[in-house]
């Protein structure tokens, strides 16, 4: 007993040791005063409006970008820093093992690798400045409020903010679903979006990264005007959730929109000149090689009938385990020529992707927001530096188009790049990329109207000039896929000889599913199928009510929230074929929830698709793949389904006759989407679920009146600019 006794002290007293060491090894804040006198180095001011969206005034353009970093720490610090410690490869330091694996995907990546190789070379001095100043706004916030602060983050750095690019751009064409399946085929990972495990990596969620934007020129406007909408479907919360904001300089950036927590420039909006939406494009940008290892030397790979010898880096993560107790973790990464090298159970596989050591992107974002005219716009695109995205664009001269912009691999042709490619022939390590004169685009089309919904670009327009499939190769990898929503938006499209802006809100805000969409045509030829005998009454009778559904998705429709919980496998399979037995399986799980927490299938839509932010629960309308787009998480334990994606920050822009702006916003929470105590934590929602909208100050005498507060960060609030 006494032996017991002396061991039990003796592992007590080791573990107490060990905790007091951990802990006394802890790294600390760094003396805050030289970050807060950062705040001296500039000359801006913030002016929030009724709404508490930051105008940011600043003399010059680094001065604005470091008005942003600070409005925007204001606002979302915790997801701002979340970013940051993401984009280092240090995010399980703070929030423990759950991170490790994002840590090592951005260190497999080479995301740091590229940005210490490129970034005195390839980055501009100016962006360099925009980077820090936006860094510093950042650093001003946290040392004024320690106690938020990460003890991994200070300071963050112009560097944080190019290689915050470098490692989230490729993960909007879907890189990171990619890698995840290809480690597991039959439960793929990805990086998670929404704030819940944000930045971890988790099974694929199949949450939207999509959007749709339109443009209408003079000709097809009942006003005259140009007319362009910006709306992007994002997780409602997270690092890829909006934030509004509108930035001025006197150097002549003017720009109001929405950009991400990170990002140090407006990424899509409108300046007095012009103005483009985003959406999703996932062409097929990345490459996977299966090699073939030396069963004599697994430090080496055969390329072209010779043995070549890997390269080798170490991951290293660590990863805060309990209390103070961390751990190092090291992993071995090879890389071949081909790219990094990921071990898998059923074989090595190098990794090839599109914006491999792209350090560009902050520059290409910053050139965007100060162009002035078409051609200034398309010299921004033809630097060829951002891997994917569409732009739906609109200007005050009366053009518009839309770009399929992509950095399209140069692939030889006679290869099928969609499957894994044999990793031992060098002509298939493609290099370099394809140019501007060969992105797909529909620039000015006769009927005056363009769109993209997450389509292929040959259909941008309801006329018949979009760009031609048999111009462009195979080995471009374009996509196929057609959603609802674009179907839809040609469909009402060509109904209107004359589109006023009261048209597009109609055309944007309809929640109807388009008879032909891949979620109507399957759900009909299930329900032509279905072997009735194998349902119970209440679901014969539910099954009648679904066929004759009208395909709508608003509040008060009675039988679309069956209709929309039974299709929820068709539209998670993006295009790809579903089991009769799934869609079966989940008509029934529907009909027995909607009876178990409603009474009746019989409910209103709005009754279960809920907006729920705080204390705030409303009704909506629209589905996924709606223009009036929502996503909605499983039911709760109240029978309700929370709005997660979908339509969030969106924006109506016109240019009249003589050129004058005018624009027209919401975003679904409001501005301090992360502040409960803050009166805009959810303020917008009603106007957002009632789809209305707020004028945008976009001029500052449009601010008279509305100015709630005016301050200059790391000054007292009296201290006020003259304008």
Same mark, same amino acid.
């Given at each position: 007993?006494?032996?017991?006794?002396?061991?039990?002290?003796?592992?007590?007293?080791?573990?107490?040791?060990?905790?007091?060491?951990?802990?006394?090894? @802890?790294?600390?804040?760094?003396?805050?005063?030289?970050?807060?006198?950062?705040?001296?180095?500039?000359?801006?001011?913030?002016?929030?409006?009724?709404?508490?969206?930051?105008?940011?005034?600043?003399?010059?353009?680094?001065?604005?970008?470091?008005?942003?970093?600070?409005?925007? +720490?204001?606002?979302?610090?915790?997801?701002?820093?979340?970013?940051?410690?993401?984009?280092?490869?240090?995010?399980?330091?703070?929030?423990?093992?759950?991170?490790?694996?994002?840590?090592?995907?951005?260190?497999?990546?080479?995301?740091?690798?590229?940005?210490?190789?490129?970034?005195?070379? !390839?980055?501009?001095?100016?962006?360099?400045?925009?980077?820090?100043?936006?860094?510093?706004?950042?650093?001003?916030?946290? $040392?004024?409020?320690?106690?938020?602060?990460?003890?991994?983050?200070?300071?963050?750095?112009?560097?944080? @903010?190019?290689?915050?690019?470098?490692? !989230?751009?490729?993960?909007?064409?879907?890189?990171?679903?990619?890698?995840?399946?290809?480690?597991?085929?039959?439960?793929?990972?990805?990086?998670?979006?929404?704030?819940?495990?944000?930045?971890? %990596?988790?099974?694929?969620?199949?949450?939207?990264?999509?959007?749709?934007?339109?443009?209408?020129?003079?000709?097809?406007?009942?006003?005259?005007?140009?007319?362009?909408?910006?709306?992007?479907?994002?997780?409602?919360?997270?690092?890829?959730?909006?934030?509004?904001?509108?930035?001025?300089?006197?150097?002549?950036?003017? %720009?109001?929109? +929405?950009?991400?927590?990170?990002?140090?420039?407006?990424?899509?909006?409108?300046?007095?000149?012009?103005?483009?939406?985003?959406?999703?494009?996932?062409?097929?940008?990345?490459?996977?090689?299966?090699?073939? %290892?030396?069963?004599?030397?697994?430090?080496?790979?055969?390329?072209?009938?010779?043995?070549?010898?890997?390269?080798?880096?170490? $991951?290293?993560?660590?990863?805060?385990?309990?209390?103070?107790? =961390?751990?190092?973790?090291?992993?071995?990464?090879?890389?071949?020529?081909?790219?990094?090298?990921?071990?898998?159970?059923?074989?090595?596989?190098?990794?090839?992707?599109?914006?491999?050591?792209?350090?560009?992107?902050?520059?290409?974002?910053?050139?965007?927001? !100060?162009?002035?005219?078409?051609?200034?716009?398309?010299?921004?695109?033809?630097?060829?530096?951002?891997?994917?995205?569409?732009?739906?664009?609109?200007?005050?001269?009366?053009?518009?188009?839309?770009?399929?912009?992509?950095?399209?691999?140069?692939?030889?042709?006679?290869?099928?790049?969609?499957?894994?490619? *044999?990793?031992?022939?060098?002509?298939?390590?493609?290099?370099?990329?394809?140019?501007?004169?060969?992105?797909?685009?529909?620039?000015?089309? !006769?009927?005056?109207?363009?769109?993209?919904?997450?389509?292929?670009?040959?259909?941008?327009?309801?006329?018949?000039?979009?760009?031609?499939?048999?111009?462009?190769?195979?080995?471009?990898?374009?996509?196929?896929?057609?959603?609802?929503?674009?179907?839809?938006?040609?469909?009402?499209?060509?109904?209107? &000889?004359?589109?006023?802006?009261?048209?597009?809100?109609?055309?944007?805000?309809?929640?109807?599913?388009?008879?032909?969409?891949?979620?109507?045509?399957?759900?009909?030829?299930?329900?032509?199928?279905?072997?009735?005998?194998?349902?119970?009454?209440?679901?014969?009778?539910?099954?009648?009510?679904?066929?004759?559904?009208?395909?709508?998705?608003?509040?008060?429709? +009675? %039988?679309?929230?069956?209709?929309?919980?039974?299709?929820?496998?068709?539209?998670?399979? &993006?295009?790809?074929?579903?089991? +009769?037995?799934?869609?079966?399986?989940?008509?029934?799980?529907?009909?027995?929830?909607?009876?178990?927490?409603?009474?009746?299938?019989?409910?209103?839509?709005?009754?279960?698709?809920?907006?729920?932010?705080?204390?705030?629960?409303?009704?909506?309308?629209?589905?996924?793949?709606?223009? =009036?787009?929502?996503?909605?998480?499983?039911?709760?334990?109240?029978?309700?389904?929370?709005?997660?994606?979908?339509?969030?920050?969106?924006?109506?822009?016109?240019?009249?006759?003589?050129?004058?702006?005018?624009?027209?916003?919401?975003?679904?929470?409001?501005? $301090?989407?992360?502040?409960?105590?803050?009166?805009?934590?959810?303020?917008?929602?009603?106007?957002?679920?009632?789809?209305?909208?707020?004028?945008?100050?976009?001029?500052?005498?449009?601010?008279?009146?509305?100015?709630?507060?005016?301050? =200059?960060?790391?000054? *007292?609030?009296?201290?006020?600019?003259?304008?």
């Amino acid at each position: 007993m006494k032996l017991f006794k002396k061991i039990l002290f003796l592992v007590l007293a080791m573990v107490s040791v060990t905790f007091v060491a951990a802990y006394l090894t @802890l790294p600390s804040l760094p003396d805050l005063t030289p970050l807060k006198s950062k705040a001296n180095e500039y000359d801006v001011e913030i002016l929030r409006d009724d709404w508490g969206i930051p105008h940011v005034y600043g003399k010059r353009d680094m001065d604005t970008a470091f008005g942003l970093g600070y409005a925007q +720490s204001e606002d979302d610090f915790a997801t701002l820093q979340g970013v940051v410690l993401a984009t280092r490869g240090t995010l399980a330091a703070q929030i423990g093992p759950k991170a490790a694996k994002t840590d090592f995907v951005v260190q497999y990546m080479g995301v740091w690798d590229a940005v210490d190789k490129y970034y005195d070379a !390839k980055v501009p001095a100016h962006i360099k400045q925009i980077a820090q100043a936006y860094a510093d706004g950042v650093n001003v916030y946290a $040392a004024q409020n320690p106690q938020k602060v990460s003890r991994y983050l200070l300071p963050v750095t112009a560097k944080d @903010l190019i290689a915050g690019f470098t490692f !989230k751009t490729p993960m909007f064409y879907g890189f990171d679903k990619a890698l995840g399946h290809l480690v597991d085929p039959d439960e793929p990972h990805e990086i998670a979006k929404s704030q819940q495990d944000a930045l971890t %990596i988790i099974p694929a969620q199949n949450l939207p990264i999509g959007s749709q934007g339109i443009a209408i020129a003079p000709n097809r406007s009942e006003e005259g005007s140009t007319h362009l909408l910006v709306n992007s479907h994002q997780p409602l919360t997270g690092p890829v959730a909006w934030y509004e904001a509108r930035l001025h300089s006197e150097d002549g950036w003017n %720009i109001v929109g +929405s950009t991400f927590p990170g990002a140090p420039v407006i990424i899509h909006g409108h300046n007095e000149h012009l103005g483009w939406s985003n959406t999703v494009n996932k062409p097929d940008l990345v490459d996977f090689y299966k090699l073939k %290892i030396n069963p004599e030397n697994d430090n080496e790979y055969l390329l072209d009938g010779q043995w070549q010898t890997f390269e080798h880096k170490t $991951a290293s993560m660590l990863v805060t385990l309990f209390g103070p107790l =961390r751990w190092t973790f090291t992993k071995d990464i090879k890389i071949s020529q081909h790219g990094p090298v990921m071990e898998t159970e059923h074989g090595w596989y190098a990794a090839r992707w599109a914006g491999m050591e792209e350090v560009r992107t902050l520059e290409f974002m910053y050139d965007m927001n !100060k162009a002035r005219n078409q051609k200034e716009f398309e010299n921004v695109l033809a630097m060829n530096a951002m891997p994917s995205i569409n732009y739906v664009y609109a200007d005050k001269e009366g053009n518009i188009a839309h770009y399929y912009n992509a950095k399209f691999p140069k692939r030889i042709e006679g290869w099928d790049w969609k499957k894994v490619l *044999p990793g031992d022939r060098s002509e298939l390590i493609w290099q370099g990329y394809r140019d501007f004169t060969m992105m797909p685009k529909t620039v000015n089309p !006769k009927s005056g109207f363009v769109y993209n919904a997450n389509n292929p670009p040959f259909m941008s327009t309801d006329g018949d000039d979009d760009a031609k499939p048999d111009d462009y190769p195979a080995s471009m990898g374009i996509e196929t896929f057609v959603t609802s929503r674009a179907l839809q938006i040609e469909t009402l499209a060509k109904k209107e &000889n004359r589109i006023s802006l009261t048209k597009l809100k109609h055309i944007k805000f309809d929640n109807a599913y388009h008879p032909k969409s891949h979620q109507i045509q399957t759900l009909n030829t299930w329900l032509t199928n279905i072997n009735t005998e194998e349902l119970n009454t209440q679901e014969q009778q539910a099954l009648q009510q679904l066929k004759n559904w009208n395909l709508k998705t608003d509040k008060n429709n +009675s %039988i679309a929230a069956l209709a929309v919980l039974t299709i929820e496998p068709i539209q998670k399979a &993006n295009g790809e074929q579903v089991k +009769s037995a799934l869609i079966t399986q989940h008509f029934k799980q529907a009909v027995a929830d909607l009876i178990k927490y409603h009474g009746s299938i019989n409910v209103a839509y709005g009754e279960v698709f809920r907006l729920i932010h705080g204390d705030k629960n409303l009704a909506i309308s629209g589905g996924p793949d709606t223009l =009036r787009a929502v996503y909605g998480k499983a039911l709760n334990d109240q029978g309700q389904a929370e709005n997660r994606a979908g339509d969030g920050y969106m924006m109506f822009v016109s240019w009249d006759k003589n050129g004058a702006v005018y624009s027209e916003a919401v975003h679904q929470y409001g501005s $301090a989407t992360q502040d409960e105590n803050s009166s805009h934590f959810n303020d917008q929602m009603e106007m957002f679920v009632d789809e209305q909208l707020r004028l945008v100050p976009f001029a500052l005498q449009d601010l008279a009146g509305q100015v709630t507060r005016r301050y =200059r960060p790391g000054q *007292p609030e009296t201290r006020l600019l003259e304008h």
